[in-house]
């Protein structure tokens, strides 16, 4: 097993302060340009259904123009399964989306849904785009994620991040279980300096997707400095 570990730069704060003036600055697609070339091994943004952030003209700019891996995330719905396959980002990873939450708050519910979620991930894997579920560290749920045909599980460490206890453990466990499934395992949500190396020295864990913490930090040290910081930390758990 590789002891290499991504980072997925999460963007989508450039586009809540680039829409808090209606214009055009900061450039979402200017700031994945500078997260790449800081260290970031890939950018996320997520479209969602409402628009508040990443727009559909910043989602194709993103997707068709910056030759790096895009991870996007969409809610499970026709509209944005069309999107991704005009946009063919590398991957797709589906979270659950209700318009009042202010981010996303609990992972997928698979089992629940899993008569919406088999046509689509069926539909993505045709494109070729790599099919990631954002959940709990729930072991029915992770079993019910193979069994849709996802190809990635995202782990929600929201909990963690609020330091519910026991809650690594659970991610652990979670981790290995993804990968004794035969998925690629991914985790975040709430991830920062403080907590971030627990997480990253999870073996199985491949990539961590990162967004708020960066971008906040990049007020006070700048963008390529914050992710920098990231990245020699979540190395540091590896070795
Ligand atoms: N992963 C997923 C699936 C998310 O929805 C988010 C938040 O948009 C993140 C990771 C990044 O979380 P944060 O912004 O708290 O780092």
Redesign the pocket.
């Given at each position: 097993m590789t002891n290499a570990i991504r980072l997925g730069v999460?963007i989508?704060?450039v586009a809540t302060l680039r829409n808090a003036r209606g214009g055009l600055h900061p450039d979402p697609y200017t700031v994945a340009v500078a997260a790449m070339a800081a260290g970031a091994d890939g950018i996320?943004i997520?479209l969602r259904e409402d628009r508040r952030h990443i727009r559909d003209d910043d989602a194709e700019r993103i997707c068709l123009k910056l030759g790096a891996p895009i991870n996007f995330?969409m809610a499970a719905s026709g509209e944005m399964a069309d999107i991704a396959c005009r946009l063919r980002p590398h991957g797709v990873?589906i979270?659950p989306e209700r318009r009042a939450e202010i981010?996303?708050e609990g992972g997928l519910d698979v089992i629940a849904n899993k008569g919406q979620l088999l046509p689509i991930i069926a539909r993505l894997n045709g494109a070729g785009i790599v099919v990631s579920l954002?959940i709990d560290p729930e072991t029915a749920q992770l079993e019910a994620a193979a069994a849709v045909g996802a190809a990635v599980v995202?782990l929600?460490t929201g909990a963690y991040a609020n330091q519910r206890p026991g809650e690594l453990a659970r991610l652990a466990a979670a981790a290995a279980l993804t990968t004794g499934l035969g998925l690629e395992c991914h985790a975040?949500?709430?991830?920062t300096y403080a907590n971030v190396q627990p997480i990253a020295a999870l073996p199985e864990i491949r990539e961590l997707?990162?967004?708020?913490?960066?971008i906040g930090e990049a007020l006070l040290v700048g963008l390529p400095a914050s992710i920098r910081q990231m990245k020699t930390l979540m190395q540091e758990a590896r070795s």
């Open positions: 999460n989508d704060h996320t997520h995330e990873c979270v981010t996303t954002f995202e929600h975040g949500h709430g991830l997707n990162i967004g708020h913490y960066l």
